[in-house]
């Protein structure tokens, strides 16, 4: 059986020079953590939001005065690697469905937390299967690495809140 850290472990992503990011849909890029210089390549690109699900206050308060000084919206919302609860996908729901949220640019350290996220998001909140959501996360890139990752915490994640999907 597999332990906790395969959840947080992608051993192969695409390089998008030269961050790595996956387009889920072209308002949602997911990603792994920005460089200073990917700041203004995303209000270039037409992003309006960044979301950080990483849980160092240091690092986001240095990523808040860069995003923002290329003009971006920046949310910090520390969740956990491990353990996320329903309140934790409805906040994030609240956020991507958000008008004023625009286009939105998702990150944690390697792009494995925002994907299982978002795999939940679409079954939870948007009525998708599970072999839907898996297929956009194929679609955008996601390895077979990955999908085995997201597969066992979206599968830890549903019995432990009493779920099926």
């Known amino acids: 059986m ?7 472990a992608l051993q192969h992503q695409t390089e998008v020079a030269p961050l ?7 308002q949602v890029l997911l990603a792994a953590q920005p460089q200073p210089e990917d700041w203004q390549r995303f209000a270039e690109a037409g992003y309006k939001t960044v979301l950080n699900i990483r ?4 690092r986001a308060a240095v990523q808040a005065a860069n995003a923002r000084a290329a ?5 910090h919302a520390p969740w956990p690697a491990y353990e996320l609860e ?3 996908l409805a ?6 469905e958000d ?9 944690c350290r390697s792009a494995t937390r925002v994907g299982l996220i978002w795999m939940l998001y679409r079954i939870m909140h948007q009525g998708w299967t599970r072999e839907q959501a898996e297929a956009e996360l194929r679609a955008a890139g ?4 990955a999908m085995e990752t997201f597969e066992f915490c979206a599968g830890d994640f549903f019995e432990r809140v009493g779920m099926q999907a």
């Open 2 to 8: 597999q332990n906790q850290t395969s959840c947080n």
């Open 20 to 26: 790595r990011s996956y387009a889920v849909t072209e």
């Open 55 to 58: 849980s160092d206050p240091e």
């Open 71 to 75: 003009g971006l919206r920046y949310i």
């Open 86 to 88: 329903p309140e934790h």
């Open 91 to 96: 906040e994030f729901a609240r956020i991507v």
């Open 99 to 107: 008008p004023e949220t625009g286009k939105l640019v998702f990150h």
């Open 142 to 145: 996601y390895d077979s690495d």
